[in-house]
């Protein structure tokens, strides 16, 4: 396969991404979703975030870690505590890294 080739799928690929993305806008226009589907659009956020950190944290390793050796895992608890309590995303960045660093340093 050559250089070109691999260059043309790329463009190919992202333009097939941009056209996909951007006909929600074509076909929706100017009218308004449904207040029931915006009401289940609302978690996506969520859920996505859910998805990309859980496993980082449950298996850092590759397996289901749910030892005392997995220090990711009381850093989450503690930031996911300070997030009920503030509702602040800084606040939730700043004590999750700031627990796991202080364990890592205590412990490993």
């Given amino acids: 396969m050559n250089e070109s080739y691999v260059y043309l799928l790329v463009i190919a690929g992202g333009i097939a991404t941009y056209l996909i993305r951007i006909s ?3 076909l ?4 308004m979703a449904s207040s029931a589907l915006e009401n289940v659009l609302r978690y996506i956020p ?13 298996s850092p390793a590759g397996t289901i870690d749910l030892g005392a050796d997995n220090l990711r895992l009381p850093a989450a608890v503690a930031a996911f505590a300070v997030g009920l309590k503030t509702r ?3 606040w939730v960045l700043a004590s999750g890294m700031g627990t796991l660093w202080v364990l890592n340093f205590a412990f490993a």
Avoid: D, M, Y
């Avoid at 929706?28 to 009218?31: A, K």
């Avoid at 996505?48 to 944290?57: K, M, N, R």
């Fill in 28 to 31: 929706l226009g100017n009218r």
């Fill in 88 to 90: 602040s995303i800084l």
């Fill in 46 to 58: 969520a859920a996505v975030l859910a998805a990309l950190t859980l496993p980082a944290i449950l």
């Fill in 24 to 26: 929600f806008l074509f």
